[in-house]
């Protein structure tokens, strides 16, 4: 499945806020040690955490984010990515944002369970992202 515009365009703004915060680094198209490996659109360490090794790297990352975000696009089904944010979760992720553009929602999942944000500043763990500023 190829992402689409929108999905990039929604990727790309989340990013360029999220580097306005010095204390967090946000990695895109990086694959967690999950079962066969999953992968969040993005996923946002505490910069200092996170060291890269360029003579050794992780085909399989086994360091959790403390956040995580999936973008759905057209061709996705929420449904699974919800599940999908749910094992997150259990693997030790403190929080996983799945946004749904049409309805410009956000789904919050943590181990407390799942908040849903419309078109408004959604804040995890410190971490902010104002979707005003993206979906206008």
């Known amino acids: 499945e190829m992402p689409s515009f929108n999905h990039s365009f929604i990727c790309a703004e989340i990013i360029e806020q999220l580097t306005e915060n010095k204390k967090y680094k946000a990695l895109p198209e990086l694959t967690l040690d999950i079962d066969k490996g999953i992968t969040p659109d993005i996923r946002i360490y505490e ?4 060291k890269p090794n360029f003579l050794r790297d992780y085909p399989k990352y086994p360091q959790m984010p403390i956040l995580a975000i999936e973008v759905i696009s057209a061709s996705q089904n929420i449904q699974t990515l919800l599940e999908k944010a749910e094992l997150l979760i259990k693997n030790g992720v403190k929080s996983v944002w799945t946004i749904e553009p049409f309805s410009q929602t956000v789904f919050v999942t943590t181990d407390a369970g799942e908040e849903i944000f419309h078109n408004q500043m959604v804040e995890s763990e ?11």
């Open 126 to 136: 410190g971490i902010k992202v104002d979707f005003k500023k993206i979906f206008g």
């Open 47 to 50: 910069r200092e955490t996170i």
